[in-house]
């Protein structure tokens, strides 16, 4: 089977985030960069593919020169081989821009099964994956909590407000992957060692014959207020629980 | 001259980090009040190539350089001293041990089985009565028919409870003094071979240190490492990479030491401040960030010399001596600043401090590290 998996570097969440002094941008020079989380469970999930059924793994990345490392890890981990696209043009794009520029890049491959993270942990956008489902004309699924692969199709269990759905879909397909889909395995040693020697394949958006333009704006950014102190009640039970339900209701709105 | 991480290196220490977090640090405080040995931490370790870090891949090994290595030992030094050394050990004396002294035929038959764990290993060469002099050591290795026999105790062996093989320097020659030393790969389950009780130490509680003594132990032609009589250039020089090996361990204790204290002198208030915001408490941090940052710069500069080859008696020597003094005031600093919490159990410091003192006295005292660097500067 022929897996592509889509990835993206974000900073790390536990990073401190600062602005640029113009409210443009997050400033992401000294911050510490990781494979976005969610994609992690979708590059284990197509390792484990491939160790189950065979055929090859491919990482895909828009973004960067930063973004290598990224698309080391994965590599690392066990994917077989890169395409990664490196333009300086693309450096603007919104989410469906992105997604716009990775299906150009899957359609010059023919993939079985294309996956990726259900968000990335930096704009939370949520829109990466089913765009290029759409591009594609591909079936897709989203949030997967567990994938099977038998007889050409997928079969994804996905939680949606207090149920459990299967869905049986007909490859090739895009799914988006969810927290509890699988622990996604450390890279090992030999693992780092052999991806700076696995295939990387750098395309340009002159390469995919595409100049697109950013179809939503971003005007500004700012931080969220700091949080607030806590209040601590005070006095007899019975009325620190009348007093919580009155602060709730009225203060908070949160009943 | 490139003070930066490369890539690969930063792939290394994120994967090292990301172990250490996820399967290391939730259980270090528990091994170290249970004294339990890392057995499950260690099968996963093998899985991801760290018992064969920097064992070429010809052998099954990672195939790592050493500032690699390096770089995982203050990683993991940082969340169990104890984890670091029993790993330290391994990699750094027993596989080091062969990979520079080893022929050929040996290498092929040990390093595949150290490199993927099937075997752990252990270094006796410390007697109960040779520590810094280990030159007068005494255990006797007695040519016989076949190969030798030895006889004679060895002490403070790391891994020693549980090791499977170890590299043991016996005396083949009584009268030639250290040029009557030689060295033998030998099966720590032999016929002879007797592991002690467990020492009762201050800290690296989850790590086995035990005295091992020897009755009539035969050891094959096949498994004297390097040249008979030869032995004690080859302690010497597997000492030197230890030496950089524990200073790494020393670097991540320390680091450990000062991460506790930010965060805790961040949220801990007293006088309606947060006591980050006191001189004291600043001088504190700033001296231990200053002397970690120092500490690291002698050993990755002493671990790329070693990876490239070049002799680094001197700086190896130095990396040890700082790190670990270093590590000793940041321990120190940490508890001051935790206050009477910094004292009990419940506060990681506590532990920090007590693993913190032996890498001043292990693989070579800071006394000898002295003498060392003083002996370099004479010869240059």
Same mark, same amino acid.
């Given at each position: 089977m022929k897996i592509a998996v889509l990835v993206k570097q974000v900073a790390d969440t536990a990073a401190k985030i600062e602005l640029q002094p113009d409210g443009s941008?997050?400033?992401?020079?000294?911050v510490q960069k990781v494979l976005n989380p969610y994609d992690e469970f979708a590059v284990e999930a197509a390792i484990q593919l491939k160790e189950k059924d065979g055929g090859e793994v491919t990482v895909v990345n828009v973004g960067p020169d930063s973004a290598d490392e990224a698309v080391k890890t994965a590599l690392a981990m066990g994917c077989d081989r890169a395409v990664v696209l490196r333009d300086g043009e693309a450096q603007g794009l919104d989410p469906a821009g992105t997604a716009a520029v990775l299906a150009a890049m899957l359609a010059r491959e023919e993939f079985d099964l294309v996956l990726c993270g259900k968000q990335a942990v930096d704009d939370d956008a949520h829109l990466v994956g089913p765009a290029v489902a759409e591009r594609l004309d591909l079936p897709v699924a989203t949030f997967a909590t567990s994938l099977e692969v038998a007889d050409g199709k997928a079969v994804v269990g996905r939680d949606a407000d207090g149920i459990r759905e299967t869905l049986a879909v007909p490859l090739p397909a895009v799914l988006t992957c969810q927290k509890g889909l699988n622990e996604p395995r450390y890279p090992s040693l030999p693992g780092i060692m052999q991806a700076a020697r696995k295939p990387k394949d750098v395309v340009t958006l002159a390469d995919l014959g595409m100049n697109p333009e950013p179809r939503v704006a971003r005007q500004g950014m700012t931080l969220p207020p700091p949080r607030a102190e806590g209040k601590v009640l005070s006095g007899e039970i019975p009325d620190q629980v009348k007093e919580l339900v009155q602060l709730l209701r009225n203060e908070a709105r949160a009943v | 001259m490139n003070f930066q991480l490369s890539e690969q290196h930063r792939l290394v220490r994120d994967m090292a980090r990301d172990f250490a977090a996820g399967e290391i640090a939730p259980h270090a405080e528990e091994m170290d009040r249970t004294h339990a040995f890392p057995t499950e931490i260690l099968e996963k370790a093998k899985g991801l190539g760290l018992l064969g870090i920097v064992v070429p891949e010809e052998y099954g090994g990672a195939g790592m350089d050493f500032l690699s290595y390096i770089i995982i030992l203050e990683e993991i030094g940082r969340v169990c001293a104890s984890t670091c050394v029993i790993l330290s050990v391994h990699n750094t004396l027993f596989i080091g041990g062969l990979l520079k002294f080893g022929s050929e035929e040996q290498k092929r038959a040990w390093l595949p089985r150290a490199a993927s764990g099937e075997i752990l290993g252990a270094y006796l060469l410390t007697e109960p009565g040779a520590g810094s002099d280990a030159g007068s050591l005494k255990l006797r290795a007695k040519k016989v028919e076949g190969g030798w026999r030895l006889t004679g105790s060895k002490s403070f062996?790391?891994? =020693? =409870?549980?090791?499977?093989h170890g590299i043991v320097y016996g005396r083949t020659d009584p009268e030639a003094g250290t040029r009557g030393i030689s060295a033998f790969l030998f099966d720590m389950d032999a016929e002879g071979v007797t592991r002690g009780a467990e020492e009762k130490k201050m800290g690296l509680n989850a790590s086995s240190t035990v005295q091992v003594t020897f009755e009539d132990v035969f050891v094959p032609e096949e498994n004297l490492l390097g040249e008979e009589n030869r032995g004690f250039p080859v302690a010497m020089e597997i000492l030197n990479a230890g030496r950089i090996g524990i200073a790494a361990q020393a670097l991540g204790i320390a680091q450990a030491a000062l991460d506790e204290s930010v965060a805790y002198s961040g949220q801990r208030e007293q006088f309606g401040t947060t006591?980050?915001?006191f001189q004291s408490i600043q001088w504190f941090l700033s001296e231990m960030a200053t002397e970690i940052e120092a500490a690291r710069l002698l050993i990755y500069r002493a671990a790329v010399a070693y990876g490239e080859g070049r002799r680094v008696i001197k700086e190896a020597a130095m990396a040890k001596l700082f790190a670990s003094a270093a590590c000793m005031r940041a321990v120190d600093k940490a508890v001051q600043i935790h206050g009477g919490y910094g004292y009990t159990r419940d506060y990681k410091v506590e532990r920090l401090f007590r693993d913190a003192k032996v890498t001043e006295i292990y693989e070579g005292t800071s006394e000898v590290q002295r003498i060392v660097i003083a002996r370099a500067l004479a010869a240059s």
């Open positions: 941008a997050v400033k992401l020079d000294d | 062996i790391t891994n =020693g =409870g549980v090791a499977s006591i980050n915001r």
